[in-house]
């Protein structure tokens, strides 16, 4: 086996234990999608490759508070009736492989639970929230605070 080999046996084996932690809390929470991940779990999985982050903010949030380099931005409906739901179902579809695992990303966690939600609905079987999300609902938290890559 070359180092190259045993290298992505050793990122395929820790991405399967930090989904299975994700899987776990969803179980323990009751979510009706495939798991919860921090911050630090969720760029985990994104640099090996092995799902992909989805910023659902808003384009001022993304531009004016910062994003994570290289993701790209599919702006959740606020308040979005069932076309607009749809609409973002589609374009999420449209960017991303349907068999990739999405990690759902916001400001704190709470929309990015809701589009995982309408994700895990809609048949997507590897949703995911990114707890705390890109700036945290209180200091100390979110995907800043853990020193993790942002740019404005």
């Known amino acids: 086996m070359s180092a190259r080999d045993a290298e992505g046996e050793i990122e395929a084996a820790s991405a399967h ?27 985990a999985l994104h640099i090996v490759g092995a799902a992909a982050i ?6 001022p949030e ?24 749809q609409a973002f179902l ?32 809609a048949g997507h079987p590897a949703a995911y929230n990114v707890l705390e999300g890109f700036e945290g609902d209180a200091p100390g938290r979110g995907w800043r605070a853990a020193g993790l890559p942002w740019e404005r």
Request: with cysteine.
């Open 62 to 85: 993304w531009q004016l508070v910062g994003h994570v380099p290289g993701i790209p931005l599919v702006v959740w409906p606020r308040g979005g009736d069932a076309a607009q739901l």
């Open 17 to 43: 234990a930090i989904l299975e932690r994700a899987g776990e809390r969803a179980r323990v929470l009751g979510l009706a999608y495939a798991g919860a991940l921090t911050p630090a779990e969720a760029w």
């Open 90 to 121: 589609d374009e999420v579809g449209a960017r991303f492989p349907q068999e990739a695992p999405l990690l759902f990303l916001c400001r704190s966690g709470v929309r990015s639970h809701y589009a995982a939600e309408l994700a895990a609905r």
């Open 54 to 59: 989805v910023d659902i903010r808003t384009e």
